[in-house]
């Protein structure tokens, strides 16, 4: 039986080469082609001594595929995606392109034209554990922001259950590789090191993409959402602690029990009775979740944990992927997170 | 002119040490005595190498001090310091047990009885931004918590100015000094580092002090804190973000201005155009407050960033030390951050 | 068929659970009993999140297995070993007990009389890039501890092909899980963070492991070592910094091929062109090796990376259980490197 | 009395903002100049936010001074030196422009021509433990580079008495504050963070210099150095670790109060009976050092600690300020290291 080809349009930046690792270790489908502007011409193995040893060239464009993941800015990447999807390519999108349905949100949060709002229609979100069946159908998918993954499954239980009012507080702390493999004086190590700060006050493109996303999950009432960036000085993980008031009397317990319930099936998310550490989830694609209740103000509070760049990109990326190709949805994500 | 005598009872945690690096170098006092327990009987620069050079004993007991920081655990501080009041010498009390006014809540969040209630009502809280003249007249003060230092200066000027809805969000992010110097499963370098956690979900015992302090500044309102704190992997600093409801139109320069004129005099509180980051710093005991509103749910965010063991702890007990005293407010505090 | 059971004696500390770790994703054994004390009766993914969703209990005593991994600490090992293989259970140690073949020299640096002389006569040095055909016929592997497993790959070629003059310096580098799970001074964060220290100068226990390895390939001249460890603040990794005199007259090229040469089928070497980073080895078995000639000294440096917990223990070990069960040497290793 | 005036040429840079925390602290002397290219025309405070509050205006041209240092990269700063020193101002140049004596082996490291070669003779090393007085009556210092600093400090003893054979090998380990604040693959976060790695092993610019410096303790033997320089994922801190064959029959305590010895009357050398921490050393000028004979090689190893961007930067600079001026050598130097 021949194996299904995968490739990667732009391999260097960091959830590109997440993605290399995963696929080249994925045992249902053979990644075979990766593209890259400045390092065309290299061997992968020499750009990325971790993958030393692997035998692929970083070419300038993409060869001969089923399945294309882009890891292109924004953009730049609908383009691409337009371009491969013609040639009957399915196209897993990790840019933020075909997130907002949309197009005057996408346009004002983007500052850019949609080169291609024709494929908006058609452009499925990518979070398995909230629209699995359509991500099996679909062509094109729209793979979640890391925020977004950490906000909203945090929320969608206590959501989808009516159990809380829709104006919510999400306090996200994320690890530097979020902010890419670009160089800036915000992730120069020794003015990052050591220190704890919040940006995008002023409103961050993922604040869109997680009110879009829980709005669909809370049918009866306008959700809105204070979003608030963290970058705390680690390389991989993503801590959100996301803020609600109940509508219900509910224990703790009851909560707890209600979440799991939602996600008793999930292979990627755990409920846990003590509250999570980003650690526990290094190089995996778990999400850990813990739900409390604050005791005198009554808030309910989640804490979620996620490798921002797994579970938060490429990880999620390969579970969409196995989906559309009706693979086991866990196949080449079994990997354990990498303790201490 | 002779100087005035100052020790330390219980130097070797991480506030007491610090305490000895700032008395050493306060041009207007001479720290004299040090006390701890299994360290008694060595030399200071010899337990701790960065004071080597420093020519002082640790002993068992206080020596003859005109003023007195004790830097014990809660319950054991309580019993010290009534026996050091005893001797006429002024008290800044580190640990917790002067900080609540109402004995049921401290014993309800400390698990003990306390052992100076008599004392209580002379304490002064010792935050200098809003009791300066308190303090200047006590002969007893409750150090303020690091947690509570961080949330009471973001939150006092829109309190103070009925600026928003008393019910607030307090979402802390410590470094791991701020979890003290005892060998815990927490502080073990391997399972914290690159790692980003939340605790103390059922209750955290720095939410009443904070509650009781941010009370005062609202007097039509009673107000309701949630707080979650959080620790991120690096040694010292602190960031707090404060979420509430704006009471009022106004525009977000409206409310820096306010926050500057509220904070116009104060030497250790700078109010920024842009967010701040914890490791401005390091070693100082300086407030970096930046407010915003967000921008689609007009909510108000307030940042602010302390040296947790500094203006969290040591720097402010100095600080207090000098308004008792009647000593420039800032002596021996003027050191810059250490960056980066 | 049936899969071959395998068990894991002592899995709570850091070296056990990542053995857990990558043994429960081996596809050629299964991983049936783990055993621990303080955590006896608890499920594994219970007390380590990251496990999470794996059924196995943490039991007193070892189950019904073929292989057996220790993990104790040295002394209580070889007891638990010698037990064992009674039971006709091959065994690989991790602990240092049967590493050494002189029994002396074990007594002087470990401080206790060896509970196992007997087995020392049969037990190999489990280094496969040097013991490939005995790892394989042996029934008792002694696991090369962390150090040896860098100075040991980066100085094996240059001291085989007679190239150096044997009196080597080491200077070793290491993160902070290598110090173990304990809670120490040492391994508390806030007294190890942002900070480098040498440790052991007095004479470490790995000095003898490495002398003893390497003079079994310094055929006519006695090897000295000179080893220094130092503490560098991070959770895995180990960069080891060799130097030695060179014998013969050759250029860095040539060194570079001779290195390439020697270690050509290895799949766990790669010999490159520019300085590793410990970074490209995280949670891979990987040995990345470099060697240079001083330019003004014409000294020969090699420099190697590993990660202190997987080629430096529990990879290394399954590579040997492979090699003993005649499975292929790099199943259940494949796993690239988590990046960045 | 008027103040002395002081000016920083090219504030901007790691080390000359470091100066600039010194010298705003210092009592004998008045910080009135700050210059930077891209920064000119705005407060040093707005760009440098844990200086907020100090009044300086970032220049494109320094203003009326007593003394100047100049922080600007080579070439460039023996220009600005020259037109300063016309102007009777004296120089301290943090540039490694007047650090080697020979003007050959500055054009065959720095590959540019010496723009100032006149200016060579009368420049005096300015590393205070070896050459106090020079630098008490100089015009020109050449401010050491940071891995000299912490070498030649860990070896000045021991070579100066003849102890050593002068083949030695020195392995330092730098923190990533050393690499500048210019952006750059190597100090960006993701890449470094938890991650050690070797450089520069072709030749580091600090070699010279070092053998230069060691060559004049050492009158009957030629030295030759073997240099690593290494980076560890940490801001600040420097450590070398230093190897070198012993001459002499002599006891590791004798070899401790030799070095004690040596730097008897130094405030800021402190030879310690235990390895030290850079942590020890954070902010501070302080150099820890820490000789020991390796017990099975007799090999010398000395360990030495400082701050690279104080003793090994912007407090060396004050240092020798304080010389030239007359001023007590510590004044303004005494704070304490920042612990934890």
Redesign the interface.
């Known amino acids: 039986m021949e194996s299904i080809k995968v490739g990667i349009i732009n391999v260097t930046g960091?959830i590109g080469?997440?993605l290399a690792?995963l696929l080249?270790?994925h045992p249902g489908v053979s990644l075979v082609s990766v593209t890259g502007r400045s390092a065309a011409g290299e061997k992968l193995g020499k750009v990325?001594?971790?993958?030393?040893?692997?035998d692929l060239d970083i070419t300038a464009e993409l060869g001969n595929v089923d399945v294309a993941f882009s890891a292109l800015p924004h953009a730049a990447s609908a383009e691409a995606v337009a371009r491969t999807l013609e040639q009957d390519i399915k196209v897993i999108d990790i840019s933020a392109d075909f997130r907002l349905n949309d197009i005057p949100t996408y346009e004002e949060w983007y500052k850019v034209t949609h080169p291609a709002p024709e494929l908006l229609g058609e452009a499925i979100y990518g979070l398995p554990e909230i629209n699995r069946s359509e991500i099996a159908k679909a062509r094109l998918i729209a793979n979640p922001g890391c925020y977004p993954t950490s906000a909203i499954l945090a929320l969608a239980p206590a959501l989808s259950e009516g159990l809380i009012d829709p104006?919510i507080?999400v306090?996200s702390?994320s690890?530097?590789?979020g902010?890419g493999?670009a160089?800036?004086?915000t992730?120069?190590?020794?003015?990052?090191?050591?220190?704890?700060?919040?940006?995008a006050?002023?409103?961050h493109r993922h604040?869109p993409e997680i009110r879009q996303e829980l709005q669909k999950l809370s049918e009866d009432q306008e959700v809105?959402?204070?979003f608030?960036p963290?970058l705390?000085?680690?390389?991989?993980?993503m801590?959100s602690?996301c803020?609600a008031g109940l509508r219900k009397e509910i224990s703790e317990e009851e909560v707890r029990a209600l979440y799991r319930d939602f996600y008793r099936d999930e292979?990627f998310v755990?409920v846990?009775d003590?509250?999570?550490?980003?650690?526990?989830?290094?190089?995996?694609n778990?999400c850990?979740i813990?739900p409390?209740i604050?005791?005198?103000?009554r808030?309910l509070?989640v804490?979620s944990?996620i490798d921002n760049l797994v579970k938060g990109g490429a990880g999620q990326a390969v579970q969409n992927m196995n989906l559309m190709l009706g693979l086991p949805e866990t196949m080449g994500l079994?990997?354990?997170?990498?303790?201490?």
Do not use: W
């Not at 992730?187 to 940006?199: D, L």
């Not at 079994?334 to 201490?340: D, F, S």
């Open positions: 960091y080469i997440d690792r080249h270790q990325f001594p971790h993958m030393a040893g692997v104006d507080i306090d702390k690890g530097l590789s902010a493999r160089l800036t004086m992730t120069h190590f020794a003015e990052t090191n050591e220190s704890t700060s919040a940006y006050l002023g409103g604040m809105s959402i204070t608030v963290h705390v000085p680690m390389t991989r993980g801590l602690s803020y292979p755990q846990l003590n509250p999570p550490q980003t650690k526990h989830t290094l190089g995996s778990l850990l813990y409390a604050h005791p005198h103000t808030r509070i804490i944990c079994e990997q354990k997170a990498i303790y201490p």
